[in-house]
């Protein structure tokens, strides 16, 4: 009897896991959670920018944009500092920087470089009031300018070593573009040098800031906004890449650019 119990109890555990299988094979299978992309930004013209205390400007926009273009990556924002971006992503706390110049920094590391995505321009400024700005933007580096700490810029080849900066010109350094611009309306130096997308979005706020300022005819730089990856971004370059092109292929991302520099010729 305790043998026929036995053999009855072995049915049932067989016939139970057979069923289990069964469910499991007849599940169907789960795609793979999305691979996450850590994209860093930090404040620089309208490429990332804050807005009654929300993260605005192209680099949001197009991070959805990705998103919705495939589900097999989600790009995430991780903010950084124009400082600290650069150690950043070379120890993996970023995949990728989403709109940097290859001019910049980049070519003292191991990095690569996205297809050009847009194009930007940092501008010379002057007070109206200044009364020979020809003269004054002829010769910038002869005069005092207001610049941000960690940018690069036309004028100094691109180094953006503070104390380069201050040793080789008469730089006084700010923190970000608005202080740049409230310095220069407050008579603290001269010249200043924003890019032509944070001019934009301060006229956009502020029409009257057009009588108060003379912009040179001449731009400090003009360059190509790529992507900087490391090889061990979550992504590889030539996957970025085909995304990238079927971003820019609508015409929207050129157009959304274009929206965020009205105002600002070129």
């Not at 997308?197 to 301060?202: H, K």
């Not at 300022?213 to 790529?226: F, H, Q, S």
Request: aromatic share 10%; glycine share 8%; with cysteine.
């Amino acid at each position: 009897m305790r043998k026929h119990h036995s053999h009855h109890h072995a049915v049932r555990a067989v016939l139970a896991l057979g069923a289990f299988l069964l469910w499991v094979w007849a599940v169907p299978a789960k795609a793979g959670d999305p691979v996450t992309v850590k994209v860093g930004a930090y404040e620089y013209g309208v490429v990332y920018y804050f807005e009654d205390g929300s993260p605005r400007g192209i680099v949001p926009m197009l991070i959805d944009r990705l998103n919705g273009l495939q589900d097999t990556y989600r790009f995430e924002l991780a903010e950084t500092s124009s400082r600290r971006r650069y150690q950043a992503l070379m120890n993996g706390e970023l995949d990728l920087i989403l709109l940097e110049s290859a001019k910049w920094d980049w070519p003292a590391f191991d990095v690569l470089y996205s297809d050009p995505i847009v194009r930007e321009k940092d501008i010379y400024l002057t007070l109206a009031s200044q009364r020979d700005a020809k003269s004054l933007f002829a010769d910038v580096s002869a005069h005092p300018m207001l610049c941000v700490l960690g940018f690069h810029y036309g004028f100094a080849d691109f180094n953006a070593d503070p104390d380069y900066l201050r040793e080789n010109f008469n730089v006084e350094l700010r923190y970000n573009e608005s202080e740049v611009l409230n310095g220069l309306l407050a008579g603290e130096a001269p010249i200043g040098i924003v890019s032509a997308g944070f001019l934009a979005r301060r006229f956009a706020s502020d029409p009257r800031l057009h009588e108060r300022l003379i912009i040179g005819d001449k731009p400090d730089a003009t360059y190509d906004l790529v992507s900087v990856l490391t090889r061990e971004s979550a992504i590889p370059l030539d996957e970025f890449n085909a995304l990238v092109a079927r971003l820019l292929a609508g015409g929207d991302v050129e157009e959304l650019w274009r929206q965020l520099h009205a105002g600002v010729s070129g």
